[in-house]
């Protein structure tokens, strides 16, 4: 489940990012990489992790 941001801290948000998009080496099955566009996922979540903007605002922005 995705920490929000009102009752969970940085390190938590970070953690959650790290191993949501972590690499699975196998791109066939994870897609990972597709769906971040090939960006690091700490770059793309940063205003999350640092308790600015909700996840799934950033999140569903990725599928536009």
Do not use: H
């Amino acid at each position: 489940m995705v920490p929000k941001i009102d009752n969970s801290d940085r390190e938590e948000r970070l953690t959650y990012i790290q191993e949501k998009y972590k690499c699975r080496v196998d791109c066939d099955m994870c897609e990972n990489c597709k769906v971040l566009r090939g960006r690091d996922a700490e770059e793309v979540f940063a205003d999350y992790i640092e308790g600015k903007v909700e996840y799934v605002k950033i999140a569903s922005q990725m599928w536009k």
